[in-house]
């Protein structure tokens, strides 16, 4: 695996929440939330964006309904019944007005990477992931506007 970059992971709610307006929250400040569970994912990858093990190795409370694509994780974020983390850099979010991301303090964050095996030795694979390293620097913060045209 090649590491592209690392970005920080934020907490997703909808504008209604209680955390909304907040600066910044801890994993403290979301112990007894309810969590978007997410059908068919690994192990590793939901104990990592459930921010497991935690103290006193209780498990993240899990919202009522369990999302199979992208968009069910928002419905039900936006519904008010769970809550989610996830990288600040995804901005699909961004399309609904009613949800909003918070800052988390004090979690690891989360990293971008390239995964390869071994033992390929395609030249196109490494000119990927030389290519993924030189422009794949980051998370895309702001979009340019494109230059007004004249009539």
């Given at each position: 695996?090649?590491?592209?970059?690392?970005?920080?992971?934020?907490?997703?709610?909808?504008?209604?929440?209680?955390?909304?307006?907040?600066?910044?929250?801890?994993?403290?400040?979301?112990?007894?939330?309810?969590?978007?569970?997410c059908?068919?994912?690994?192990?590793?990858?939901?104990?990592?964006?459930?921010?497991?093990?935690?103290?006193?190795?209780?498990?993240?409370?899990?919202?009522?309904?369990?999302?199979?694509?992208?968009?069910?994780k928002?419905?039900?974020?936006?519904?008010?019944?769970?809550?989610?983390?996830?990288?600040?850099?995804?901005?699909?979010?961004?399309?609904?007005?009613?949800?909003?991301?918070?800052?988390?303090?004090?979690?690891?964050?989360?990293?971008?990477?390239?995964?390869?095996?071994?033992?390929?030795?395609?030249?196109?694979?490494?000119?990927?992931?030389?290519?993924?390293?030189?422009?794949l620097?980051?998370?895309?913060?702001?979009?340019?506007?494109?230059?007004a045209?004249s009539?």
């Amino acid at each position: 695996m090649t590491v592209l970059y690392s970005e920080a992971r934020v907490l997703l709610v909808p504008a209604s929440h209680r955390l909304a307006g907040k600066e910044a929250v801890t994993a403290g400040d979301i112990a007894a939330e309810p969590l978007v569970g997410c059908t068919g994912m690994g192990v590793e990858w939901t104990t990592f964006w459930r921010l497991e093990p935690r103290s006193g190795s209780e498990p993240a409370p899990v919202g009522p309904t369990l999302a199979e694509t992208y968009e069910d994780k928002l419905e039900a974020i936006a519904d008010g019944t769970a809550i989610a983390i996830v990288p600040a850099g995804d901005r699909r979010h961004t399309l609904r007005p009613d949800l909003v991301t918070v800052a988390l303090d004090g979690i690891e964050p989360c990293q971008i990477v390239v995964a390869t095996r071994t033992a390929d030795t395609n030249p196109l694979v490494t000119a990927f992931v030389r290519s993924a390293k030189d422009l794949l620097v980051g998370p895309i913060t702001s979009v340019a506007t494109p230059p007004a045209h004249s009539v």
